[in-house]
């Protein structure tokens, strides 16, 4: 049977004030135990002094010949009656001379045992939890001392003072009670606590067990709500980010196979119906290099969609290795712009900067360095406007090289600032720009950046420009410290 977090949670707090009460409760009832035995015992000793000195006056008062029993008894009754017990004088034999017992006094008709005589004769006082010698039926607190005339030298006699236990035991039950029931009452409130604290605590908890259902069934709308600052509040933020990344990613996702499903649709559409009209001569044999052509463009432009995509996996299964060399940036922009010679041509593109940009020498993989300079380009050539420019500069911040590419057009928006790096994001969802593309140029560009450890930035005005700046380690030379630096020999 499963048990939920919120049974467990209040079982355990619930035995741990139990134990606690109890373990509390056996001390207390110890405690007070001794704490009234050596009470009432001291106020016996205290009593029996009293009565011993007396005993001794009154005995010295008639010369040392006898002892007043009246006059003595009555002083033993003032003293006993504040203890609530019984005060005997026995002589050296045992017998039980004087008592306040006012019934059938039982130290009379027993004779007290001489063991207990000889304890007194050894300790000069005598204590005892018990029942005297078999004397008493029940437990009595008794304390006794001897009679010493002629200075200590004489024992004539011994004086006992007993007080029934069940008065303190009585007394004692009592506390207990009233300790039982505070404690009750304790429990009650403190599982009350227990219990709405607790599911407080397990509200949360509860919520994400079934957002997390909910994210299993492919539905990311639901969220936790639970804004305390403690640990379960952090947790319930950090589960709301993740459910939002899920979100997010989600449709990119159902984008993402939008996109390629479109990309791949219409290519293989395009060359199955131009290789059928061949097949059946629908198309004239004039017009068959024209349309071959047409199923030429179409199968480069697949095989682009799926080399990107391999890319991509390669870089995050951390398949691709670098191989560090010292490398002419500048150079590399100037290559990679012939390739878009005819499309800067038919947009009318001026190009600005090239005449001023210094050489720079920067350290990566050449071929992973010229890819993310073709990428840019072709991101910046595909959404620059008629008539527009592309302009380039380099600049060194510290040992950071940092090139500039930037277009003019329609620019980017912020809130798609935050995304463009994204896996398949793509800017121009009406396909009107981007044709050929699925989303994955510029991450492609910032995975391999940071293979390097570098780093890409973007800043754009809406309707005026957009600029990338791609930051790369200068070149330092190739020693082991230097590309360890770069961190050229992390482990890919």
Do not use: W
Request: glycine share 8%; with cysteine.
């Amino acid at each position: 049977m499963r048990k939920s977090l919120f049974v467990k949670y209040f079982t355990v707090c619930t035995i741990i004030i139990l134990s606690s009460l109890i373990f509390l409760g056996s001390v207390f009832g110890v405690l007070l135990s001794r704490h009234v035995r050596t009470e009432r015992q001291d106020m016996l000793s205290k009593n029996v002094s009293k009565a011993a000195a007396f005993t001794v006056f009154n005995y010295e008062e008639n010369s040392g010949k006898y002892i007043d029993q009246r006059i003595v008894r009555q002083f033993y009754l003032s003293m006993s009656e504040t203890v609530s017990g019984v005060m005997f004088f026995a002589d050296v034999d045992g017998n039980t001379l004087i008592c306040t017992d006012n019934g059938l006094c039982q130290h009379e008709t027993n004779k007290i045992s001489k063991n207990v005589l000889s304890s007194i004769e050894t300790n000069e006082q005598y204590q005892e939890y018990g029942k005297f010698g078999g004397i008493y039926s029940s437990m009595h607190y008794t304390v006794g001392q001897p009679i010493k005339i002629d200075n200590g030298t004489k024992v004539i006699g011994y004086l006992f003072c007993s007080v029934s236990a069940d008065t303190i035991s009585r007394l004692i039950a009592d506390v207990v009670k009233m300790f039982l029931v505070a404690c009750l009452f304790s429990i009650l409130i403190s599982c009350l606590i227990i219990y709405v604290t607790t599911n407080i605590l397990s509200r949360p908890l509860k919520q994400m067990s079934k957002a997390a259902k909910s994210f299993g069934r492919g539905d990311f709308t639901v969220r936790v709500n639970y804004h305390s600052k403690d640990e379960v509040g952090e947790l319930a933020t950090s589960f709301n980010q993740m459910a939002d990344s899920l979100s997010e990613l989600e449709n990119t996702r159902k984008n993402f196979i939008a996109n390629v499903s479109h990309e791949l649709k219409t290519p293989m559409t395009t060359i199955g119906g131009f290789i059928d009209g061949i097949l059946d001569g629908t198309i004239p044999k004039e017009n068959e290099q024209q349309y071959l052509k047409l199923v030429s463009d179409e199968i480069k432009r697949l095989s682009r969609l799926v080399r990107a995509m391999l890319n991509v996996a390669k870089i995050e299964a951390g398949d691709t290795k670098i191989n560090a060399t010292e490398i002419d940036i500048r150079d590399i922009v100037i290559t990679t712009l012939f390739n878009f010679e005819n499309t800067i041509e038919e947009k009318q593109i001026d190009v600005r900067g090239l005449a001023e940009m210094e050489k720079v020498s920067v350290l990566g993989d050449k071929d992973l360095i010229h890819q993310v300079v073709y990428n840019l380009i072709d991101n910046a050539v595909k959404f620059c406007n008629q008539n527009g420019y592309l302009e380039f500069s380099a600049t060194k911040e510290g040992k950071i090289a940092n090139i500039h590419i930037k277009n003019s057009g329609n620019g980017i928006s912020r809130e798609e600032i935050n995304h463009i790096f994204d896996r398949f994001y793509k800017t121009d969802k009406s396909r009107s720009l981007d044709k050929n593309g699925v989303g994955l140029g510029l991450h492609i560009v910032k995975s391999i950046l940071d293979m390097h450890g570098g780093k890409i930035t973007v800043g754009s005005v809406e309707g005026e420009y957009t600029e990338f700046i791609i930051g790369l380690p200068i070149y330092l030379g190739l020693d082991e410290k230097t590309a360890h630096e770069h961190r050229f020999f992390k482990k890919q």
